[in-house]
């Protein structure tokens, strides 16, 4: 079973990587979803794909905003006065503050649940030490499994 899983690892990240790559070239950007605010359309530990090429968000669009040292990701609600006012799905009223349009980072094209937990796991020093340590086995698996076939069979 872990044998299994450290093969699939050792696809898919590469595979991912090399998709990140390619978005972030084309404009896109990610971002960690650390809250409920915006359940249950984007759950928490989501990764949302944020399309920075356009910042004219229109009602019911969900996008990502600098907020001082923070990003927030919320759907618009009203556009007015060259402001926007969001709100997350799950709070009670819209945010407290309008959204200057040089704040807006970008409209949000997609979401993946739980890979955002993994990504900052990732981020750990210990995350990334375990990610290492499966892949180096999954390899050494591999290897072993190759060389067991191609080792002649003794009888006797």
């Not at 809250?35 to 990764?47: F, K, Q, V, Y």
């Not at 180096?136 to 499994?145: D, E, L, N």
Request: glycine fraction near 8%; charge should be positive.
């Amino acid at each position: 079973m872990l044998s299994r899983i450290c093969k699939t690892a050792f696809f898919i990240f590469p595979a991912a990587g090399i998709v990140i790559l390619v978005l972030f070239l084309y404009g896109y950007q990610s971002y960690v979803i650390l809250s409920g605010s915006m359940e249950p359309a984007i759950p928490t530990g989501s990764l949302v794909i944020t399309d920075t090429r356009h910042q004219s968000p229109e009602p019911g669009e969900i996008i990502t905003y600098q907020a001082g040292e923070n990003c927030i990701t919320h759907r618009v609600v009203a556009v007015m006065d060259g402001q926007v006012i969001t709100r997350g799905d799950a709070n009670d009223g819209a945010d407290p503050f309008p959204v200057r349009n040089s704040q807006i980072i970008g409209i949000v094209r997609a979401s993946i649940p739980l890979v955002g937990y993994l990504i900052m796991i990732l981020k750990k020093r210990w995350g990334a030490c375990l990610l290492i340590l499966l892949l180096s086995y999954a390899v050494a698996k591999m290897s072993a499994a190759r060389l067991h076939k191609t080792l002649p069979v003794s009888k006797g």
